[in-house]
């Protein structure tokens, strides 16, 4: 797959570049940041930290304007102080749209891209605001040197507040067409919406009764890069709420994510759309380094440790995370008390899941060690360290619609509102509550916004994945004679679907 670059932000961090970049006498300006990058398997995204203001004479404004080597000489030691890269951003007032570089953007900026690779070791970044309707643009100075220095413009500039706004660049993920089957999408929320909507990339974490009905819900509105990651397999005993599977499925001891990608594949409407599946745990390198490709993650698991891994990222990389889940309570004789199911986005503004009280970090440490395959264990801590993993189909389909509104809320920003915080639905007395949350002081997840790849290491070897990996390819030439034909039959009904 071809290498793609980026630029996330906070909604605070653009605040403080449009109050220098934007002037009120209508001219182009321009200004220095900090930057951390964020490596993820396909795509590296800058990160912006500080702004660097000016000082008197570092730049002059005439209509354009111009810097100064003194302030790129400044600008760059700051970053190299702080282990960050630079960006140099300046504004074309009243653009609009991805902007392209005029000849003398490009000469600025390769002029100062090789001193400023060598102050600070990292690749010059350079930024354009189309002041017009508030766009930006990007590219990454990572090729060649020398003479040769050139740049990658980036796929996309996002900015992470109460909604995701992003900024694409048409020629290098160019808006996907609409098709006949997305007519009634594309009439609630128009076409702009619907090519921004589209090109997200989007991760879904875990394929269970949750994560499965999200995954097609995605695939059917229209998206074109939607991922699925999911170690586990298909059981017998999921079959109540994994609606989708079938009991072959569990016989042939296939894995959820062939379920998933077989389910969003059949329900997809893209013209062009790609449904990725990983087999990697979220919290493997791999799969935390494949996160690191998406604009926006849903977590649909409910084990702290992969949680506690999704939490981290969406402040420490800016990748906002949907995340939900239910609780059912049961009274001692056995009958059903309540249900409660949680939805929110965790992104820098919103307190943190540990801070929010969705994830116990205490047990982050016990999930880790395995101690939660340990029956002794979960004997002596019980139901409130160890989560039950209780959900049954006709409520999984509410906490997947709770998700998928925070999304709409936080996407398309109905009538200007974004996602509304934490949510909490009970069952009981069908109330909908907004839960009043706020952030730890000192919180240290919330306090690593934007650092990167100098995120607290939460990954390692994950062993219940790497078991159930194994399991499912230890079977014998009969189970995979019959995966084959069931492949094949399913082939020829996809291929009957088409014609
Ligand atoms: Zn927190």
């Not at 282990?83 to 100062?112: A, F, K, N, T």
């Not at 982050?364 to 801590?381: M, N």
């Not at 084959?484 to 009957?496: E, H, K, M, P, T």
């Amino acid at each position: 797959m071809t290498r793609q670059t980026s630029v996330a932000m906070t909604v605070a961090v653009e605040e403080a570049l449009m109050a220098r970049l934007v002037r009120p006498d209508g001219q182009e300006d321009l200004c220095l940041a900090t930057y951390r990058p964020s490596t993820g398997a396909i795509r590296s995204t800058a990160l912006i930290r500080e702004v660097i203001p000016p000082q008197p004479g570092e730049r002059h404004v005439h209509g354009n304007a111009t810097i100064t080597a003194d302030y790129i000489l400044r600008g760059a030691a700051v970053a190299e102080e702080d282990g960050c890269g630079l960006v140099v951003l300046h504004s074309h007032p009243g653009g609009h749209g991805w902007q392209s570089m005029s000849g003398p953007d490009r000469d600025c900026e390769s002029s100062y891209a090789n001193l400023v690779r060598e102050l600070t070791g990292l690749p010059l970044v350079g930024m354009t605001l189309a002041s017009g309707n508030r766009t930006w643009s990007a590219r990454h100075w990572d090729l060649g040197v020398g003479r040769d220095v050139d740049c990658t413009h980036c796929a996309n500039v996002r900015v992470i507040g109460d909604r995701l706004a992003v900024s694409w660049n048409d020629a290098v993920c160019p808006a996907p067409r609409s098709t006949s089957s997305q007519v009634r999408t594309v009439s609630a929320w128009g076409d702009e919406c619907q090519a921004d909507l589209a090109r997200r990339r989007v991760l879904v974490v875990g394929a269970g009764s949750v994560g499965l009905d999200v995954a097609i819900r995605l695939a059917a509105s229209g998206l074109c890069h939607l991922t699925i990651l999911d170690f586990d397999l298909v059981e017998e005993r999921n079959l109540d709420r994994l609606v989708g599977a079938r009991r072959r499925d569990a016989r042939l001891r296939r894995a959820k994510i062939h379920v998933a990608r077989r389910e969003a594949r059949a329900a997809a409407t893209a013209a062009d759309g790609s449904i990725e599946v990983s087999d990697r745990s979220i919290c493997e390198p791999d799969g935390l380094k494949l996160a690191l490709d998406h604009d926006l993650i849903f977590s649909c698991v409910d084990r702290p440790w992969p949680r506690a891994v999704l939490n981290s990222l969406a402040y420490s990389d800016l990748i906002p995370v949907i995340d939900g889940g239910i609780a059912i309570d049961t009274f001692d004789d056995g009958t059903m008390r309540n249900a409660t199911w949680r939805s929110h986005v965790v992104r820098p503004g919103r307190p943190c899941m540990a801070c929010n009280g969705q994830l116990d970090m205490g047990s982050v440490t016990a999930d880790r060690q395995g101690l939660f395959e340990d029956p002794s264990y979960i004997a002596g801590a019980g139901q409130a360290v160890v989560p039950a993993g209780q959900n049954v189909a006709p409520l999984s389909i509410s906490v997947a619609a709770s998700l998928l509104a925070q999304y709409v809320s936080f996407s398309v920003a109905p009538a200007d509102f974004g996602e509304p915080g934490p949510l909490q639905y009970a069952l009981s007395t069908h109330q909908l509550d907004r839960l009043d949350c706020s952030s730890r002081s000192h919180c240290s997840v919330e306090l690593d916004e934007g650092v990167g790849n100098r995120r607290v290491e939460l990954t390692g070897r994950h062993e219940p994945a790497e078991q159930k990996r194994m399991l499912a390819e230890s079977v014998g030439p009969t189970t995979r004679l019959r995966r084959w034909v069931d492949d094949l039959l399913r082939s020829a009904n996809c291929f009957l679907d088409r014609i």
